[in-house]
């Protein structure tokens, strides 16, 4: 019997057509043995206390240990997973315990699957018949999340984080005040004005530079002694501004802020901006302010419901799917088990409070609102110094240098800043839900040891 004839190869410019160019097989052992590479050196060793939170290089060593070229020709399969452990070995583990350098920590199983699987499915969140599933867990996810805020109906969007999101407060907030700004740009619009924290992100400043409003337009409202807004200081000015001819358009308040982890009084704010016409009421708004209906992706004659089309609520055009590691995560622990995370981050921030105020050479910076612990260390030589200006000028030489030496050692990562006339100090936030008790006092313990020779 004859077998089949292979068809002809089919060349254009050179360029042969037939059949895949891509080794199926190879790619896919790679993928094979790149993901048990990363279950191995990254996911079994996450709560690992005796591993190493960073092996610190400087940029010209690390450039050195790091083969970063990129050539003419590929490189073998080994070698690409040789790579894979370079980058998993000299990478700061966020995922381990006694990483909080950021406000963002730990290892959540349940959304690093939905990661996988989004990143394998390689999805677009802009229409239904491109990414059906992704845009209804997106709306269950949203829709969930007002009702929890007490609304009875509402919109919203996931985007890449908070920077951006602030953004889009400002511009929906611009888009509301002045509608035609959309298609007629700045040209003929009066000086507008936003009001925000003295404490707030410094995403706010950045948003109003890249909208076109400048940063001289943001005024900072002064905050309290425990860093929240001045309700009264909002008022006064806001009536200085419109004495000034400008045009107040919008108040950014904050639940939550970076460095003290202090709320704003919503309340109050929401009485004076209901006041002055300030209240941002979002109807149906992303839709309105960022659609530009394009025909290629928004046609209305689609045979299914094309609310479900929400790109157009979008600035950005491909969006990843990032509801669906939240909604897996809830799926898999319920809103019992979110709660009870948050529960537990507070009670191992407030016993950590009480042991600083137990030890010596721990000094709170304020009795904390949240999760976010600011402290000083005092180390030996300064206990019995009087407070003041020399004291505290070498008070702040000590947490850059103790952060310097416990990075080096690859024991631990906490983060430090000045703020507000306060010199350098330790913020400590509880994210990770594997950090236990003995993490708390390891913190402690090691900053003890790394300073106390200073």
Not at 86 to 111: E, M
Not at 381 to 395: A, C, I, Q
């Amino acid at each position: 019997m004859a077998l089949p004839s292979k068809k002809n190869a089919i060349l254009v410019d050179g360029v042969v057509l037939n059949g895949p160019t891509t080794d199926i097989r190879a790619g896919e052992k790679f993928v094979e043995e790149a993901c048990r590479l990363i279950m191995e050196e990254v996911v079994l060793k996450a709560t690992d206390v005796n591993e190493k939170v960073c092996e610190w290089q400087s940029p010209e060593q690390l450039k050195q240990l790091l083969d970063l070229e990129m050539r003419d020709t590929g490189e073998p399969h080994d070698r690409l997973l040789q790579l894979c452990r370079d980058v998993i070995r000299f990478s700061v583990k966020t995922n381990h315990p006694r990483f909080f350098n950021q406000l963002y920590a730990g290892l959540d199983y349940y959304s690093l699957v939905g990661r996988f699987m989004t990143e394998a499915l390689n999805p677009s969140v802009y229409t239904y018949e491109v990414s059906p599933v992704f845009l209804l867990v997106e709306e269950a996810v949203v829709k969930k999340m007002i009702e929890f805020i007490g609304w009875q109906e509402g919109d919203g969007i996931f985007n890449p984080g908070g920077s951006v999101s602030n953004m889009y407060a400002m511009n929906l907030a611009r888009y509301k005040y002045c509608p035609d700004i959309k298609e007629k740009g700045l040209s003929g619009l009066p000086r507008l004005i936003l009001f925000t924290s003295a404490e707030c992100h410094y995403s706010m400043k950045k948003s109003a530079s890249f909208l076109g409003i400048g940063t001289e337009n943001v005024c900072f409202v002064e905050t309290d002694g425990r860093g929240k807004m001045i309700p009264e200081e909002l008022e006064k000015q806001v009536l200085q501004a419109r004495k000034e001819g400008a045009a107040p358009f919008l108040v950014c308040a904050t639940s939550g802020t970076t460095v003290l982890g202090s709320f704003d009084p919503l309340e109050e704010i929401a009485d004076v901006c209901d006041r002055h016409g300030l209240w941002l009421h979002v109807d149906d708004l992303l839709k309105k302010c960022y659609s530009a209906e394009a025909s290629y992706l928004f046609q209305q004659d689609k045979f299914y419901d094309v609310s479900y089309d929400t790109g157009d609520k979008s600035i950005q055009c491909s969006r990843r799917p990032d509801a669906f590691k939240f909604w897996m995560t809830w799926k898999a622990l319920g809103t019992l088990g979110l709660e009870e995370r948050v529960n537990r981050a507070l009670a191992l921030s407030r016993y950590l409070v009480d042991e600083i105020k137990k030890r010596d050479g721990f000094k709170l910076l304020m009795e904390p609102e949240y999760a976010n612990i600011c402290f000083w260390y005092i180390p030996p030589s300064l206990r019995e110094m009087e407070e003041g200006p020399e004291f505290w000028e070498k008070v702040n030489l000590v947490a850059p240098a103790i952060k310097e030496r416990m990075m080096k050692k690859g024991s631990l990562m906490l983060g430090y800043q000045p703020h507000r006339g306060k010199v350098n100090f330790f913020r400590q936030v509880v994210i990770n839900p594997q950090v236990s008790r003995e993490d708390m006092d390891f913190l402690l313990d090691e900053i003890d040891l790394l300073g106390r020779d200073m």
